[in-house]
């Protein structure tokens, strides 16, 4: 895996790396994101790109990355402001200022699994980017008003594959006897 990730880390797609392992916690809406990700980097425009790196051996279709939840909530949080203050202390050394929030440069899957021969970098364009600019920040009100409610329906998805809890999911049939 190191022998996969050096080659990322030298060149990081000409992107300048403004942290790792850095602190998030911003609200969206109802939603309280919280969390570290892997690494955050500057583009050439100055924008926030925020890397997260894989090591398991399940990788997002070319057509499930344009709207991937997780790297559409890291991208969501940037422009909410979530590294504001990290950007702030590496910029001028000082305090946060009532500028305005970062903007997203996209957001990336850097697969370092040991089964490859490279590393796979895998983006996601910038929100501003997409026909519906809002709709990670729409699934994170979503998500958060789901989980606030009394009862959330389970959705068959391609996350199900993966799942940790599938055996016990009425969706899937080695868990309906859970529910029925």
Not at 63 to 68: I, K, Y
Not at 147 to 171: K, L, Q, Y
């Amino acid at each position: 895996m190191l022998d996969n990730l050096a080659p990322y880390l030298a060149t990081s797609g000409g992107r300048e790396l403004v942290g790792t392992e850095v602190e998030v916690r911003v609200a969206v809406g109802r939603a309280l994101l919280t969390g570290r990700v892997d690494r955050l980097e500057r583009d050439e425009q100055g924008r926030l790109v925020v890397v997260d790196l894989k090591t398991g051996s399940s990788s997002p279709t070319r057509a499930e990355l344009a709207r991937h939840p997780q790297l559409g909530a890291y991208q969501a949080a940037v422009e909410a402001g979530a590294f504001d203050a990290v950007v702030a202390r590496e910029d001028q050394g000082g305090p946060v200022d009532d500028a305005a929030p970062a903007r997203s440069g996209g957001a990336r899957l850097v697969s370092v699994a040991a089964r490859r021969a490279k590393h796979a970098e895998l983006p996601q364009p910038p929100l501003e980017a997409d026909e519906e600019p809002g709709w990670a920040r729409d699934l994170l009100q979503e998500t958060a008003l789901g989980m606030a409610g009394a009862t959330f329906p389970a959705h068959d998805g391609p996350g199900c594959r993966t799942c940790p809890v599938r055996t016990s999911c009425p969706v899937r049939a080695e868990g309906r006897q859970v529910g029925s």
